[in-house]
């Protein structure tokens, strides 16, 4: 079949998407809700219907209306930016009947966990706990305040919080080094490691100290010519320095 010059191919293709564009319409008609598209790429009489559910979280500035305390100590504290119903469970009932309704009070160790937990993915510093090695079968909050969490003494090792790093450097060639031989960290670190940042090397002048041809270090050490070795590059383009086994 041809109309005039028009190839069988392109009548098709018309034909296909006239079909198209009535079901289109068709679909749109009975099937699409009438407030689609009013406010936005949506139904909008959604709003409406998830405003009329009932409310199960107050937020967390109505607890610090009554629970004063604890809101200005967790509000300069680690868990400033978590909302007091993470841990207590929905509140709107607790608010709107305080002597009937009680929020829960975590008294194990699971909800801890499932932040502090070690996990590798976890970002570099987060405080991170081996369970079954650290304070087994006693409740968190017997050593750490939820509302203000600072360690009750500070961590003796890097490896309480860098628990990825400290592994991995525990099986390589650098596994006697101390952190801080090649990192400069200030006291104020272990406190609070976000406000005071470990420093790390800047040059290949650090690794020569070991690793140069004439550096004053035990035999063993592999040897390398600084002024030829790797070019432009620094160290740790090449050589990963918690695991440094060359490639």
Same mark, same amino acid.
């Given at each position: 079949?041809?109309?005039?010059?028009?190839?069988?191919?392109?009548?098709?293709? /018309?034909?296909?998407?006239?079909?198209?564009?009535?079901?289109?319409?068709?679909?749109?008609? &009975?099937?699409?809700?009438?407030?689609? !598209?009013?406010?936005?790429?949506?139904?909008? %009489?959604?709003?409406?219907?998830?405003?009329?559910?009932?409310? $199960?979280?107050?937020?967390?500035?109505?607890?610090?209306?009554?629970?004063? %305390?604890?809101?200005?100590?967790?509000?300069?504290?680690?868990?400033?930016?978590?909302?007091?119903?993470?841990? $207590? !469970?929905?509140?709107?009932?607790?608010? %709107?009947? +305080?002597?009937?309704?009680?929020?829960?009070? +975590?008294?194990?160790?699971? #909800? *801890?966990?499932? *932040?502090?937990? =070690?996990?590798?993915?976890?970002?570099? !510093?987060?405080?991170?706990? /081996?369970?079954?090695?650290?304070?087994?079968?006693?409740?968190?909050?017997?050593?750490?305040?939820?509302?203000? @969490?600072?360690? @009750?003494?500070?961590?003796?090792?890097? !490896?309480?919080?860098?628990?990825?790093?400290?592994?991995?450097?525990?099986?390589?060639?650098?596994?006697?080094?101390? *952190?801080?031989?090649?990192?400069?960290? +200030?006291?104020?670190?272990?406190?609070? +490691?976000?406000? =005071?940042?470990?420093?790390? @090397?800047?040059?290949?002048?650090?690794?020569?100290?070991?690793?140069?041809?004439?550096? %004053?270090?035990?035999?063993?050490?592999?040897?390398?010519? #600084?002024?030829? &070795?790797?070019?432009?590059?620094?160290?740790?383009?090449? $050589? =990963?320095? $918690? =695991?440094?086994?060359?490639?």
């Amino acid at each position: 079949m041809r109309i005039g010059n028009m190839p069988d191919q392109v009548i098709r293709l /018309v034909i296909l998407f006239a079909i198209l564009t009535t079901g289109l319409v068709v679909l749109r008609k &009975h099937f699409v809700p009438e407030s689609f !598209g009013v406010e936005g790429h949506f139904r909008a %009489d959604a709003v409406i219907v998830e405003a009329e559910k009932p409310m $199960h979280y107050a937020g967390a500035q109505v607890c610090g209306d009554c629970h004063e %305390d604890e809101w200005n100590l967790k509000s300069s504290s680690f868990h400033r930016g978590v909302a007091c119903e993470t841990c $207590h !469970g929905a509140a709107a009932a607790h608010v %709107d009947a +305080p002597d009937e309704t009680t929020p829960v009070v +975590p008294t194990g160790r699971s #909800l *801890c966990l499932s *932040c502090h937990v =070690y996990n590798p993915s976890r970002p570099t !510093g987060f405080p991170q706990v /081996v369970a079954d090695t650290h304070n087994p079968n006693k409740a968190c909050m017997e050593c750490h305040n939820p509302h203000e @969490p600072t360690p @009750p003494q500070t961590p003796s090792t890097c !490896g309480a919080c860098h628990a990825t790093v400290a592994r991995t450097k525990a099986v390589s060639h650098h596994a006697t080094l101390d *952190c801080e031989t090649c990192h400069t960290a +200030p006291p104020e670190h272990r406190l609070n +490691p976000r406000a =005071y940042v470990v420093k790390k @090397p800047a040059d290949r002048s650090l690794c020569g100290r070991c690793h140069a041809k004439e550096a %004053d270090s035990p035999r063993n050490i592999p040897r390398i010519d #600084l002024a030829t &070795h790797g070019g432009n590059y620094v160290c740790w383009q090449c $050589h =990963y320095p $918690h =695991y440094p086994e060359a490639r």
